[in-house]
């Protein structure tokens, strides 16, 4: 046998053994569990702002539920004067806050990577499991209006319509959405 010939005829043969695994591969059903495995992402967001006074402010990852997501850290690099952390004061949401004064020096920009881990999580909502009721404080947060996110006028006659007759707060969720 020719040497070329047995290259190509070991090449093949293993490109025949691979294929079945491909098929089976593909046939697998998408069955997200907790079980299934945590992921690690990297997210890397990059800024150039138009020259001139300028603030940015950049999301961080900061929900921990050790059951389905994990924050692991972020690391920033730009050419701000200012480049900090920052928390929201009533809801809690972590940013990065870069600013830029006017003036001539190098271009504004500001790179921004996140690293979190995450594994899938699937809930059965017709049989939910029991969630423990939350505080007054944080249920009056979490359903109070906002300037953007109004409650009441036309949004709330809207709400009534879609769940009236409807007791149960699953039932009145699924017919708004």
Known sequence: MDRRDFIRASS????????????????LPFN???????????VTTRVTPVPGTTRVWLPLPSLQDDAWIKPMGNLWRGNGADIRPAVDPVYGAQML?????????PAPELELLSRFSVRDRAVNFDQ????PRL?????????????LI????????TALDITRGRTHDLDKARAIY
Do not use: H, M, Y
Not at 32 to 42: D, V, Y
Not at 135 to 147: E, G, H, I
């Open 12 to 27: 093949l043969s293993a490109a025949a053994l691979a294929l079945p695994r491909f098929a089976i591969a593909a046939e």
């Open 97 to 105: 806050v870069a600013s830029w004064p006017a003036g001539n020096g």
């Open 150 to 157: 109004p409650i009441d006028g036309i949004v709330r006659k």
């Open 128 to 131: 939910p499991e029991r969630v």
């Open 32 to 42: 997200p569990t907790p079980a299934a495995g945590w992921r690690i992402f990297e």
């Open 135 to 147: 505080d007054p404080a944080t249920l009056a947060l979490c359903t109070q209006a906002t300037r």
